[in-house]
């Protein structure tokens, strides 16, 4: 595919220098549909990047698409706060009997604002009420969000150093495999627990995601995860798992945790949960833990009528039959296959992979070749991203509702740009 640089000056007049994603593609995008997206000039690119994870279903999916449209065309609530709505009613009974009661969960719903971070804010202040304590524990390479909580949880130094404060009342611990397997798992944080001189405040609760994507698709083992459940009951810490980016079928089943039997405390779930891209968050927790006062924590925009209508349409549309999680199951195994294939043919480079579901990483021992595999993947038609503290993994995220020969399109690109690069 021949690139026309296109006319960006209106962008890098106006907009902040803070710009991120624009400036690995520099393309100016009119629209899109299923998995592609088209610029201005016509040019089609196919995504692998589905809204970092937003748009599980792809972009302007005809079924969500046509619910919101006929909402909106009946002038149905947009903004409503807390109040409640026939929309809130709609998607809280689809959610209910649809995702928890399926899975024996009887978890209250908070709606906290629209963004992933603002489920986190609120999950770690909500533990600190409940145990009455300020310490939470993290882990290495951990990505919660950018607002100040979120951040002193973050692992990335880079994000980190923009707080411009101290980030306190954070501890971080080695996530599964830190450490190459040297040690037992959980054997310092544990002696630490047990140990009165060592420094560490009792912890109010640890957050961990199952499979980090910010920090370059590790995931955690199914016993790992187990484990640190254990770990928690024993030592009188609640288990909050973020699943923003992971859940919502993105590694099969609907939540990313249930591979591994537990059940958290609380969950975090954003991104896709909206379905059609719209701004969603929810804060789960067990009923014991729901001793908020009214009104204690609120924003302006944590009733997002809209995208509960387009929540509720996705559940019912994908998550009625188990079908979604097969499939995802299924094309996740073709893009196994090809990245098993891609590193064999270029074990010179170091490279390596791992994921599960719908999100893999492909990492080179030069973090450099991943940010050059990505930049010719776009001039091929193929929307990439890296991830990892020094950008040395690139990540597959493709939309969940990507069909066979798409997802054998894109394979065939990643296969070219890797052997262009070398």
Known sequence: MTITQPDLSVFEAVESEVRSYCRSWPAIFDRAQGSYLYDEDGRTYLDFFAGAGSLNYGHNNPVLKRALIDYLERDGITHAL????????AFLETFRDV????RDMDHKVMFPGPTGTNAVESALKLARKVKGRESIVSFTNAFHGMSLGSLAV?????????????????????FDDYLDGRTPDFIWFERLLEDSGSGLNQPAAVIVETVQGEGGI???RAEWLRALADLCRRHDMLLIVDDIQMGCGRTGPFFSFEEAGIVPDIITVSKSIGGYGLPLALTLFRPELDIWEPGE????FRGNNPAFVTAAAALNAYWTDGQMEKQTLARGERI??????????????????????????????????????????FELGLLLETSGPQSEVVKFL???TITPEELDEGLRIVTRAVRDTD
């Open 218 to 220: 590790n995931v955690a």
């Open 297 to 300: 924590h609120n924003g302006t």
């Open 154 to 174: 973050t692992g990335n130094a880079f994000k980190r150093a923009g707080a411009g404060i101290p980030l306190v009342h954070g501890t971080p611990m080695p």
């Open 82 to 89: 807390d109040m409640s709505t026939t929309a809130k009613r």
């Open 398 to 400: 493709p939309p969940l």
């Open 99 to 102: 995702v928890l009661r399926p």
């Open 336 to 377: 196994e296959r090809t990245l098993r294939d891609i590193v064999t043919e270029h074990a010179h480079a170091g490279a390596t992979f791992r994921g599960r579901g719908l999100v893999w990483g492909l990492e080179f021992q030069d973090p450099a070749r991943a940010t050059a595999v990505c930049r010719r993947a």
